[in-house]
């Protein structure tokens, strides 16, 4: 009984046993057929290639301006007050951030540019070919569309910024990137002006209370030397005297701080230089980067094959054994 069972258990398992040399000379004999269908997919899927609308990738890049430390101790001071006024105008890791935000990419979206697949300067909305319901769903979609179009990489360790675009026109990929870099510029030029302008009011007041303690320091050590002439017989005076003139001494030097501090801010309020410094601007490619034909060439080559060897195996007695391998292969997925 046991010789039977293990007699049928070896010819269910010669059966499904793979004779590797026996398919070789299988496909070799079918090998016209292979090679015909081979081709025909390699073929196919190169005449795909010339049918999609060739893409081109531009790239740009900037250095941001590292503003460290302008108002020096006054930083400090101010930021018990609540105030930002010393460090980096703006952290340059938010830089990426800041690029794909509404605010610098909205204008971008708006602005007419000039293609070659229209007959006058369309938006971005155009460009898409992207139309909603409402006005806010359409920006929506097109903000979202153009950050997923957006490649941006920051350098951890030079704080370079490099940002790219691939569309179907060389010339509009260029200057959207281009015109990213100005809407970002003038974003931060805005944050630093409006920064400047809380910095000169802060300045303002704290120059109107310190000057008032210098006025009250200046009364007190005057009056004290119209009461004691003669203060140099007295220890006591004299260590008096001492500790007003310090006290004058202090609050002149932080008037002086302030004023100089405040021409400073009433500067940056007003100046109008820019904040990155542009390495790279965009510029139109050449040549097209997608599609790629011969990637699609041996892709399809690649494919005609495995159909083609695939079809020939399942028309053999091995289509059991691929049927077994194709099972256990979906189990394992699940």
Do not use: C
Not at 56 to 61: E, V
């Amino acid at each position: 009984m046991n010789q039977e069972i293990l007699t049928e258990n070896n010819q269910s398992q010669n059966k499904n046993t793979v004779d590797y040399i026996e398919i070789l000379s299988l496909l070799w004999k079918k090998r016209k057929s292979i090679i015909l269908i081979t081709l025909i997919s390699g073929v196919v899927f190169t005449l795909l290639s010339f049918l999609i609308t060739p893409t081109y990738l531009s790239t740009a890049s900037i250095l941001p301006e590292m503003d460290k430390g302008k108002l020096g101790p006054l930083g400090d001071l101010a930021s018990l007050a609540g105030i930002n006024i010393g460090g980096e105008v703006i952290m340059v890791k938010l830089y990426p951030d800041i690029i794909q935000s509404e605010a610098v990419l909205k204008p971008v979206i708006e602005k007419k540019y000039k293609s070659r697949f229209f007959d006058k300067p369309v938006n971005l909305y155009e460009y898409f070919d992207i139309e909603e319901e409402t006005p806010r769903r359409t920006l929506e979609v097109a903000l979202k569309t153009l950050r997923k179009k957006l490649d941006i990489n920051l350098s951890a360790k030079t704080g370079l910024l490099t940002y790219s675009l691939e569309t179907r026109d060389p010339e509009v990929t260029a200057e959207i990137l281009n015109t990213i870099t100005q809407e970002l510029n003038n974003f931060l030029l805005t944050k630093r002006t409006t920064n400047a302008g809380e910095q000169k009011k802060w300045i303002e007041k704290r120059l109107k209370e310190v000057e008032e303690d210098l006025k009250k320091a200046e009364n007190n050590l005057k009056e004290f030397r119209e009461r004691n002439r003669r203060v140099s017989d007295s220890p006591q005076l004299l260590l008096e005297q001492e500790r007003l003139v310090r006290e004058v001494g202090i609050q002149t030097s932080i008037f002086t701080t302030l004023k100089q501090q405040y021409e400073v801010a009433r500067i940056e309020e007003i100046k109008n230089v820019p904040i990155i410094n542009v390495l790279d601007e965009a510029k139109p490619a050449a040549k097209k980067n997608n599609p790629k034909r011969r990637l699609f060439a041996l892709f399809g080559l690649f494919l005609g094959f495995v159909i083609s060897t695939g079809n020939v195996l399942l028309q053999s007695k091995y289509k059991p054994v691929i049927q077994e391998y194709l099972a256990i292969f979906k189990s394992n997925k699940k």
